[in-house]
């Protein structure tokens, strides 16, 4: 299947936080493998052996943490996506688990369950290179559903906020969840507000609902 601009921008962003993750802490992190072995599939030419390739304390829990993805993309429902779409899917309800979201099925938190830190180090190796972060955070801004304006948020390399698993999952909640806000929330968006990563216009989304 051929992809579209936006797919390919997707696409190479992802290889190339794989490649700056690798480089650090990613090949020690069940999260990076899954995401190595989709995007296998998705370029044959990648060069993944599976399993060999894999460390082999992680080879066990990859080979089942993908199988339990693979069951859930089977989905009729996601039969028509691009395969680049299941492999940011997979951050986006990775996020929205960790950061404990309403929106979190009973089956995504159980097949999308990945430690915080491994997503923080994911999103710190997509903006370590500043063109390819600033692609994929226009690319995710552009489209309307909440989750994707997390995505943008996160990568975006011109806030001044920490990039930490507190940080990630305050703003995923706020962004992910509908109606008026709780007075936890009003917490999470007071202090986020404080490092300009939420501006003006979502100071106010779900503000007055």
């Not at 992802?14 to 190595?36: P, Q, V």
């Amino acid at each position: 299947m051929a992809l579209t601009d936006v797919s390919q921008i997707l696409m190479s962003g992802m290889e190339s936080t794989l490649s700056n993750w690798a480089g650090k802490s990613g090949r020690d992190a069940l999260l990076y493998w899954i995401l190595r072995i989709k995007v296998a599939e998705i370029r044959p030419t990648d060069g993944l052996r599976i399993p060999d390739d894999i460390p082999e304390t992680l080879r066990d829990p990859v080979l089942r943490f993908r199988a339990r993805a693979d069951n859930y993309w089977d989905d009729v429902r996601y039969s028509g996506l691009e395969p680049v779409t299941m492999l940011w899917g997979t951050i986006v309800n990775s996020v929205r688990v960790v950061a404990d979201s309403h929106r979190a099925t009973e089956v995504q938190k159980h097949v999308f369950d990945y430690a915080a830190e491994q997503l923080v180090d994911f999103f710190r190796a997509a903006r370590e290179r500043m063109e390819v972060a600033d692609a994929l955070y226009h690319a995710f801004k552009a489209m309307p559903a909440p989750e994707c304006q997390a995505m943008a948020a996160l990568l975006n390399v011109h806030v001044d906020a920490p990039l930490d698993a507190d940080t990630m999952c305050r703003l995923v909640r706020l962004l992910d969840h509908e109606g008026p806000m709780s007075e936890e929330e009003t917490h999470d968006l007071q202090t986020i507000s404080a490092t300009h990563l939420v501006d003006a216009a979502f100071r106010g989304l779900r503000a007055n609902a």
